[in-house]
């Protein structure tokens, strides 16, 4: 009988894997630099140092990450760093084991490395353990383009006798990436440094992360924006607690509008247990009225049942989210909004150090955003506040933190510790809800945008307030709640299913335009060339609008002739309204050609032009100004609409959604067919901050839209 050849081999993985695996797992330049700086938050590290500098330069720009983590000695170096597909941070996070700072690893398992190509294509690595030697890696990211196999690529690992960045006992690692893969943005820069901000502690503690970005030669660039120190100085409202056994020893809170509300006088109230009750002061009185604890059960303390738990210091900074207030005085609006995503809600800290998971994403341990379902307008939800307990943990021994170090044992004692918590933000929301009362009723929106779901809210701030009994209170709520979410269903059902009704909306929406456009000039002038040339768009329009039924063909076109089309058919209008239009786009010298439906382009942007019409008209200003513009980046041309109007008084994201306006007789559909439009085009409509592009001081105030469309 013939024998077999058995023949074994091992895979040879060729040398363009690690730059396909960076390129599969980490999506872009943003993300990639964001994976590097968590890296050095899972290395125990207190500071990570970005300096961005020439960035606009390929050639000359470099990114330099330091951190002060634990470092890298050679073993890990060669068996950790070096090696694809690691899995020490996986095995971590499944035995859910902690650093000595109590931290459980947030980057991506080990892929950030691999992810360092899309930044450069050099690197040069310099780490250092406190006791041990400093090592340099350097990395050529073309060779693993131009060689064959992964073994065929050197990677240099030099050790030195003498440390040149780490002295002593110094340690923490170093990245400097050069020869950049591409040229940065404003508007880029912009956002890693929010999504940064978001990754620092908003309160000094042992285990604190700070993230900081630098951009040399084009310091500018970071202009305006929130730093996460700053964060604080946008709380509206302050409180600090300090409580034992069976009630509150001392309570501060403090109403702090901002400068640009002049309208408001800010306050601050101190009460403590030894003070005598002053009559005259009713909100001191109230204090006082709730100084011992009470749950569902009576009274309580603390210390019950043999439970111990101490002192316990309660403070908070308490935001308004609200777009009417944001746009009294803040200009990195989405600075805001990102950092109380990431980090909004209770943290808990015991002798200065983090117990986990209490304010996370995700663990709503109080349930905050549950109560504020049923009193939205006066409970305090987990993005919007910033709040920190501290536990002395000699005189804390019955709250018991579980083994795998998440969170407390839910014994007696931490149901009590709730209670109490709850019982002093109980407190501060009532003591709240009225200076947010005087805000609104002073600076708040006029204009009834949407009539049902505001009769629903007044409803519901009528219950709230007449009727005391909270079973019944909740029951009514309860049911509204379930009323307003029907509402929304059926409009949205009544929406998709009458399509060609909303269509039809939206043909006498624009016929309506060029009608008007059409009488304007014939009153100007006789029966001209343009005046036939708008009867013929009045009919190409109507046909064009058909295709939001009929899916519509796409063609490659010009923007700039697509922008000039739409231009054109406002021209009398804009005019009769002394709007100057500020033309940038004509300027723009990039890729001009992209493939969209140019009747419904059109028509889109004759949207947003009529919008700024009416809200420049609204302003009352003397010069009024309306700019287009077109911005190139890797993915989109994205065309900039700006006039130096009052702005949005809506939030934007509900601007979008179909019959919602802030115009006392509007229909609410211009910028949902914009957007509509838009998405079927695979694009998208975004709402920039004015610093994160590049246009004139004039629009800084007005109403800014983007219209992106894929290339």
């Not at 502690?201 to 030669?217: H, K, Q, R, T, Y």
């Not at 036939?532 to 046909?543: F, R």
């Not at 063609?555 to 709007?579: M, P, Q, S």
């Amino acid at each position: 009988m013939p024998k077999n050849n058995i023949i074994e081999s091992p895979f040879k993985p060729r040398a363009r894997m690690l730059l396909q695996l960076g390129d599969q797992l980490i999506k872009n330049e943003s993300i990639a630099l964001v994976e590097l700086v968590k890296n050095a938050y899972d290395a125990d590290a207190s500071k990570v140092t970005i300096v961005m500098s020439d960035i606009h330069d390929v050639k000359t720009g470099e990114i330099i990450i330091r951190d002060d983590g634990w470092g890298m000695d050679l073993d890990t170096i060669l068996n950790c760093w070096l090696e694809p597909g690691s899995d020490s941070k996986s095995q971590i996070v499944a035995k859910g084991k902690r650093s000595p700072k109590g931290r459980l690893p947030i980057g991506e398992k080990g892929i950030g490395r691999f992810g360092v190509h899309k930044l450069g294509h050099e690197i040069e690595l310099v780490t250092k353990k406190a006791t041990g030697k400093e090592y340099v890696v350097r990395i050529d990211w073309n060779q693993f383009s131009h060689s064959k196999y992964l073994n065929d690529v050197p990677v240099i690992v030099m050790e030195r006798e003498t440390p040149v960045f780490f002295e002593g006992s110094d340690h923490g690692t170093i990245i400097k990436i050069t020869h950049l893969n591409k040229s940065w943005t404003r508007g880029e820069v912009r956002g890693i440094k929010r999504t940064i901000n978001s990754l620092s502690s908003p309160f000094e503690s042992d285990d604190s992360f700070e993230a900081v970005l630098i951009c040399n030669g084009h310091k500018d660039w970071l202009e305006g924006m929130i730093d996460w120190k700053d964060i604080k100085k946008y709380a509206i409202y302050h409180f600090k607690a300090t409580f034992e056994n069976n009630g509150i020893i001392s309570f501060n809170y403090d109403f702090m509008p901002w400068d640009t509300m002049s309208k408001l006088t800010s306050y601050s109230i101190e009460w403590n247990n030894l003070s005598l009750e002053d009559e005259s002061d009713i909100k001191k009185k109230l204090i006082n009225n709730f100084k011992y604890f009470v749950n569902s059960d009576g009274e309580f303390s603390l210390n019950e049942n043999g439970s111990e738990i101490g002192l316990v210091k309660f403070e908070g900074y308490i935001f308004d989210r609200d777009a009417f207030v944001l746009k009294l005085g803040l200009s990195d609006k989405q600075g805001l909004k990102e950092y109380l995503d990431t980090n909004g809600g209770i943290r808990v800290y015991r002798d200065g150090l983090r117990v986990y998971d209490y304010g996370e994403i995700g663990n709503d341990w109080l349930n905050l955003d549950i109560r504020r379902v049923n009193q939205p307008g006066k409970k305090l939800s987990n993005n919007i506040i910033l709040g920190a307990i501290s536990l002395d943990r000699a005189s804390s021994k019955s709250l018991i933190e579980k083994t795998n170090r998440e969170g407390f044992v839910e014994n007696k004692a931490y149901y009590l510790f709730k209670d109490a918590i709850l019982h002093v933000i109980n407190i501060v929301e009532t003591l709240r809800f009225e200076d947010k009362s005087r805000i609104r009723a002073i600076y708040g929106p006029t204009s009834k945008s949407e009539p049902v779901l505001q009769t629903i809210g007044d409803l519901k701030k009528f219950v709230d307030d007449k009727i005391k009994e909270t079973p019944i209170r909740n029951h009514i709520n309860k049911y509204l709640l379930k009323i307003e979410e029907d509402y929304k269903l059926v409009c949205d059902n009544l929406l998709k299913a009458a399509g060609a009704g909303l269509n039809m909306s939206v043909i006498v929406h624009e016929v309506e335009k060029i009608i008007a456009e059409v009488s304007l000039v014939l009153k100007s002038e006789k029966a001209s060339l343009r005046a036939i040339n708008l009867v013929e768009h009045l009919s190409s329009l109507i046909d064009g609008y058909a295709d939001i039924i009929r899916k519509s063909d796409q063609k490659t076109e010009n923007i700039v002739h697509v922008i000039d089309n739409a231009l054109f058919n406002t021209e009398y209008r804009l005019k009769a309204h002394g709007v100057e239009v500020e033309c940038q786009y004509k300027e723009f010298s990039g890729t001009k050609k992209i493939k969209v439906s140019r009747s419904l382009l059109v028509g889109a942007i004759m949207n947003i032009v009529d919008n700024a019409i009416y809200w420049l008209e609204q302003s009352k200003f003397e010069h009024k100004k309306f700019y287009v513009g077109v911005i190139e980046d890797d993915k989109f041309l994205n065309i900039i609409f700006a006039d130096n109007g009052i702005g949005f008084l809506l939030p934007t994201d509900t601007v979008v959604e179909p019959f919602v306006s802030a115009k006392p007789d509007g229909i609410g559909l211009g910028l949902h067919i914009a957007n509509e439009i838009l998405i079927a085009q695979k694009g998208m409509l975004k709402f920039p901050e004015f610093d994160d592009i590049s246009i004139p001081i004039d629009y800084k105030n007005g109403a800014i839209i983007a219209f992106c469309l894929k290339k």
